[in-house]
Nanobody
């Protein structure tokens, strides 16, 4: 089970840190991703991190502002979001997939496990 938290309401330019805790699973066995879905839009990729944390991948829209890190000892992956913009407003979902060491990918269809969303609202 994946439990996402940390969403909230912030003004443009602010920061939030999302957390995703895995229970019943050993997080180090999974590539982890963050995806988001804005009202009326399709779910889109935001960031992903390999099992070791050595490889990361970002959507162009968040590159340089968001940072994905993982703490396998705590079975937790984080998404640090800085310089937030109103267009970042969405439900954010974490996802996991058993993967080869070093793999990282952005296609949501490749992720087997999903948590519930946590809402991020950015006002201008």
């Amino acid at each position: 089970q994946l439990q996402a938290s940390g969403g909230g309401s912030v003004q443009a330019g602010g920061s939030l840190r999302l957390s995703c805790v895995a229970s019943g699973r050993t997080l180090s066995n999974y590539v982890m991703g963050w995806f988001r879905q804005a009202p009326g839009k399709e779910r889109e990729f935001a960031a992903a991190i390999s099992r070791s944390g050595g490889n990361t991948l970002y959507a162009d829209s968040v590159k340089g502002r968001f940072s994905i890190v993982r703490d396998n000892a705590k079975n937790t992956v984080y998404l640090q979001m800085n310089s937030l913009k109103p267009e970042d407003t969405a439900d954010y979902y974490c996802a996991a997939d058993p993967a080869r060491w070093g793999s990282v990918y952005k296609d949501p269809s490749q992720y087997d496990y999903w948590g519930q969303g946590t809402l991020v609202t950015v006002s201008s």
